[in-house]
DNA sequence: GTCTATAAACAGATAGAC
DNA sequence: GTCTATCTGTTTATAGAC
C-alpha cells in the first residue's frame, strides 16, 4: 500500500513550473534555468523530457486543456437534459464552476494569463486550443442554450452570446487587480468570487430570456 | 506652410513599433535590433530617446492610455445629459465607439494585447493603467449608469457591469481567431463588428433594465 | 541626433560522465 | 533518468566617431 507520494515526477514538476513561470513572464521571458530551479532538477531534464522548452511549453497548453475540459464534463449530466428548465440549470452550473475556477482559485491565474498569451502569440498553440478545447465545449454549451430557449444550436446569437459569456468570465482573471482596487477589495476571496458569479449569471439569465422571446 | 510631414520623429516611430512588436511578441520576445528596423533607425536610439527597452516600454504604455482617454472623451457631450435617456444614449455610443475601435480596427490588436500583457505582467504598468486610465474612465461611466438607472454611482452591481461589459469588448478582440472562426467568418470586418457591438449594446440594455427595476 | 562597433551577460541546446 | 560543463549564438547597453 503506498502512501501519498511526496515526491512528484520530474516532467509533472516541470509543467508546473512552465505553466507558473510562462503564465507570469511569458516564453521567451523565461529561461531554462529558471524552469529547472523552480522544478528541482536541471535544464537538461527540459530536453529530455519535452525535446526542448518548446516542447514543454505545448505540453503546458494540453495539461490546461485537460483540466478545464475534466472540470465541465464533471458539471455535465450524463443524460442531455430533458426541458428547457433543465437545460437552463446545467449552463448555470457550468458558468458556476468556470468562475469559481477561473475567479476563486489563485492558481488559476498563472493558467489563465499562459493560455491568453498563446492565444495572441499566434502561433500553433490556436489550432490546438480550438479544436481540443474550445470547439467541442463551446458547441456542447450551444446545443444546451438551444435546448433552453428553443433556438438553433448554430444561430449567430447563440455562438456570440457564449463568447460574450466566456469573456466576461476570463476578464475577472486577468483585470483582477484593476477590478479589486476599484470595488475596493482586498483581493477576490470566497465572497467576492461569489458576487462575480451572481453577476454572470444574472447576465446570463436576461440573454437566455431575450433569446427566447424575439 | 508646411505639408503633411513625411518623415516622423524617430521617438514616435519607435513607440509605434513598440506597440507593433510588444503586442505580437511580447516585451521579452521583441530585441531592440527589431525595434529600431521597424522604426528605421539604430539600436543606439533607443536609449538616446528612452533611456533603454524598459524605458520605450512604458512610453507605449502612456500613447495607448492617451489614445483611449480621447476617444472616449470624444463620445461625451460636454454637459452631464440632462435625462435617463440621454445618459443611457451616451453609454451606448461610447460602447459603439469602443468596440468599432477595439474589435474593428486592426491596428487595435497590438495596442490590447500589448496592455493585456502589461496587466499580467505585474509590473509598474498596472499603477499606471489604474490610475490615468481605468480609474478615471470607469467613474464616469459609473456616473452615467447612475443617472440612467437611478441608482448610486458606487453601487456594487453598477461598478461589476461596467466591468462586465468591458471584458466582452476585449475577448472579442483577443480570441478573434477562435470566434472568427467559430462563427464561420472570413475575419471580423465592419459586418462582423456592427454585430458584435449590436450583441454588447443589447446586454448593456438588459444590464440597465435589471437596475432600473430591482 | 545618428550611427557603427564592441563589450559583458545571457540564452538554449547538448556531449558525456554517472 | 539525472546532472555538470561547455559550445554557439544572441541579448542589451554603451563608447566614441561623425
Request: glycine share 8%; hydrophobic share 45%; aromatic share 6%.
Amino acid at each position: 500500500m503506498t502512501t501519498t507520494p511526496q515526491k512528484p515526477k520530474t516532467d509533472a514538476s516541470l509543467i508546473q513550473a512552465g505553466l507558473q513561470l510562462f503564465g507570469r513572464k511569458g516564453f521567451e521571458g523565461t529561461s531554462t534555468r529558471e524552469l529547472a530551479a523552480h522544478a528541482n532538477t536541471n535544464v537538461a531534464s527540459i530536453a529530455y523530457h519535452f525535446g526542448g522548452k518548446a516542447g514543454l511549453r505545448a505540453a503546458c497548453v494540453k495539461s490546461v486543456a485537460d483540466l478545464i475540459a475534466g472540470l465541465l464534463d464533471a458539471e455535465s449530466a450524463p443524460q442531455p437534459p430533458a426541458t428547457a428548465e433543465a437545460a437552463q440549470n446545467q449552463i448555470e452550473r457550468m458558468v458556476g464552476a468556470l468562475v469559481r475556477l477561473v475567479v476563486g482559485t489563485p492558481q488559476a491565474q498563472d493558467m489563465v494569463t499562459f493560455m491568453l498569451r498563446e492565444l495572441t502569440d499566434q502561433g500553433d498553440a490556436v489550432d490546438v486550443i480550438y479544436a481540443e478545447f474550445l470547439e467541442p465545449r463551446h458547441r456542447a454549451i450551444c446545443d444546451l442554450w438551444a435546448k433552453a430557449t428553443g433556438r438553433d444550436p448554430e444561430d449567430e446569437a447563440v455562438k456570440l452570446a457564449i463568447f460574450a459569456m466566456i469573456g466576461q468570465i476570463l476578464y475577472f482573471r486577468v483585470a483582477q487587480p484593476l477590478v479589486a482596487r476599484r470595488m475596493g477589495w482586498d483581493g477576490i476571496g470566497p465572497d467576492e468570487t461569489r458576487r462575480v458569479a451572481d453577476l454572470v449569471i444574472a447576465n446570463l439569465r436576461d440573454t437566455l430570456e431575450r433569446h427566447r422571446h424575439d
